[in-house]
């Protein structure tokens, strides 16, 4: 007798900011774009860098402090406007981090997937840019209001993934969404969270440079 109940698989869930890639450029330029826009003033890059991670929404609130939230969908407009023409070929790959995503797809017990806040069209427009789309069996993108303890939450509801899975991400966000979700979890430190953010946080683990995802295991 044959049974049609799905296995949940084990995946390497990855962020895409700050994890995969570098996309500061293109960020910073479409948030100024949008301010500028609407009449705000400008901000700092170093100001726009400690945020790059956080949801786009929690992104505007902390550069222009209480606004409506009329303007604040004006301003997530502009900003998508200017970042998916052109501020997403902005991206830059983190050095060694191809040839260890090759490396894990191929030797690693568990599949490969993407958790990020951004949607999940530009997520997939820049790793396909990057030549690595293939790499992963899914994309979880984000939106305005949806937090990414919600995202792995209904990959797990969906059996999409199992708890076995671990999420990598280089914010805080990454690791409460993961234990959240009762999954481990792996900080790494190339990215836009500094050691004591994330230690604050207790991952599972640490890693210093993109090579040590090689060393993953399941």
């Known amino acids: 007798m044959?049974?049609?109940l799905k296995l949940a698989k084990d995946y390497f869930i990855f962020?895409?900011?700050?994890t995969i890639s570098d996309p500061r450029i293109g960020m910073i330029r479409s948030i100024n774009y949008s301010l500028d826009r609407y009449q705000f003033e400008q901000a700092r890059e170093k100001d726009i860098s400690a945020l790059i991670g956080?949801?786009?929404?929690e992104i505007y609130l902390k550069?222009?402090?209480?606004?409506?939230?009329?303007m604040l969908e004006l301003l997530i407009a502009a900003y998508r406007e200017s970042y998916h023409i052109f501020g997403y070929r902005e991206n830059s790959l983190y050095e060694g981090i191809e040839s260890s995503l090759n490396h894990l797809a191929q030797t690693a017990g568990g599949g490969l997937g993407i958790c990020t806040?951004?949607?999940s069209a530009i997520a997939k427009?820049?790793?396909k840019m990057f030549g690595l789309r293939n790499l992963f069996e899914f994309i979880s993108g984000g939106d305005v209001g949806v937090e990414k303890s919600t995202q792995i939450a209904e990959l797990l509801k969906k059996k999409a993934i199992s708890h076995n899975s671990i999420m990598i991400g280089d914010r805080f966000i990454d690791i409460r969404a993961a234990k959240a979700n009762e999954i481990r979890s792996v900080g790494v430190l190339w990215g836009y969270g500094s050691r004591l953010e994330l230690e604050q946080e207790s991952p599972n683990q640490l890693l210093s440079a993109p090579d040590e995802i090689k060393n993953l295991e399941i």
Request: with cysteine; glycine share 8%.
């Open 2 to 4: 044959t049974s049609n």
């Open 15 to 18: 962020d895409l900011d700050g």
């Open 54 to 57: 956080l949801p786009l929404d």
């Open 63 to 70: 550069l222009c402090g209480e606004i409506e939230a009329s």
């Open 117 to 119: 806040s951004k949607p």
């Open 125 to 127: 427009k820049i790793l």
